[in-house]
């Protein structure tokens, strides 16, 4: 062999030796990298310190199925003062807010043309009543006549109508008094009712047309709320029927019980409307929003906390502890109601037991490592096996 073969033999051995050495030295520094990342991932691994009170089991509960309600309040016995005379306003001094009393004078219409009216009719009662008297004496000198054989019997008869002509004008004039005294009378305004005044419709000094509102009382001793259901929802609804509601603005719950239910769907939306009697009306307005649950029904259910039930994801979700960390099981929501004061749903898709997660805590990343609080961990229920039913339809 030649030497410069021999110097480029040597050269390709010494690249080859290079070269494995630089790729052992690179794949020790990759696993000392990995070695690293992965004793940092260990060492900065979130765990999630939970107490017994942020996880409840999921249980089979005798839960109270509740349809939900909304609608606004509005009073029972309400009225509307119309004008029942034309004329100009007067008097009206009450404002929103003010109390009235069934039976109190609040305004009236200037009376001088109804006045002027009842001595016009009075007056020709007065005339008509000259008249009889004048017929009555022409009938009595007529039937002596007659008697004496001076006059006709024809005669004597057409006293005797002229007679009756004029009691007729007499009654009918007095009927004439009697509708100008109503009409005076109704230039005076009185409430049909007791209440509290919530609108006042016209001012002093107004000329008002036959019904023209003046004033709108409402009596809030007896307040209800008007609730629209759906015509599924609507056969589930009974009188009777007891309800939980919250008031717009107000902090305690309401008792409500369903008073009536329209016997009639609404045109074009086919809703029902119910009424439910509110059971404590102090405090409370008309027109105040309300809402709550309406209780339809009872049974037992698997069931866990409304809030938490998860909708951020396609499909709804509990956040569950297994194996200590957070695990995302998909379930089925049914029927939604009450077991003592929290609101509850039924479910599918989860064992009983199972640890959920409380939905105060928000969303937590699936796989997130999970320890208890020492002395703290929960106690899940031995709940024996019972037949789930499902929700009314």
Do not use: C
């Not at 006709?152 to 509708?179: E, P, R």
């Not at 001012?203 to 019904?211: F, I, N, V, W």
């Not at 603005?249 to 009639?264: E, L």
């Amino acid at each position: 062999m030649k030497r410069p073969a021999l110097k480029w033999l040597v050269a390709g051995v010494v690249l080859v030796l290079l070269a494995g050495g630089v790729l052992r030295a690179l794949s020790v520094r990759k696993d000392q990298r990995e070695a690293v990342a992965a004793a940092s991932l260990a060492k900065t691994e979130s765990v999630i310190e939970l107490a017994a009170t942020d996880v409840v089991p999921a249980a089979v509960v005798d839960l109270v199925r509740g349809l939900p309600l909304s609608g606004a309040l509005r009073a029972v016995n309400s009225a509307l003062v119309k004008a029942r005379a034309v004329g100009e306003l007067q008097g009206l001094t009450v404002r929103e807010g003010d109390r009235v009393q069934a039976g109190q004078v609040i305004a009236r219409i200037d009376p001088t043309e109804y006045q002027h009216r009842v001595r016009q009719a009075q007056e020709q009662a007065d005339a008509a009543r000259v008249q009889i008297d004048i017929a009555q004496r022409q009938w009595t000198n007529n039937q002596a006549l007659v008697d004496q054989g001076f006059i006709s019997k024809a005669a004597l008869d057409t006293s005797q109508n002229n007679l009756a002509g004029a009691q007729s004008t007499h009654k009918a004039a007095l009927a004439a008094v009697d509708l100008a005294r109503k009409m005076l009378d109704d230039t005076v305004m009185r409430t049909p009712i007791s209440g509290v005044v919530a609108q006042r419709l016209a001012q002093p000094g107004e000329r008002m047309a036959l019904d023209a509102r003046v004033v709108e009382i409402v009596d809030l001793s007896r307040l209800e709320m008007e609730a629209t259901l759906s015509a599924a929802d609507s056969m589930q609804v009974r009188v009777g029927q007891s309800a939980t509601l919250q008031i717009e603005g107000s902090a305690r719950p309401v008792a409500a019980t369903v008073a009536r239910i329209n016997p009639s769907a609404q045109a074009g939306s086919r809703s029902v409307l119910a009424y439910l009697a509110i059971a404590d009306a102090s405090g409370l307005r008309q027109g105040l929003y309300a809402q709550g649950t309406l209780a339809i029904g009872h049974g037992a259910e698997l069931a866990v906390p409304l809030t938490a039930v998860r909708t951020d994801k396609p499909a709804p979700y509990v956040q569950v502890v297994e194996n200590s960390r957070i695990v995302h099981k998909p379930v089925q929501t049914g029927a939604q109601g009450e077991s003592g004061k929290e609101a509850l749903v039924a479910v599918k898709g989860l064992a009983p037991g199972a640890l959920v997660v409380r939905g105060n805590l928000g969303s937590l990343r699936e796989g997130t490592a999970v320890k208890f609080t020492p002395m703290a961990v929960p106690v899940v229920p031995v709940t024996p096996a019972a037949p789930v039913r499902s929700p009314s339809p």
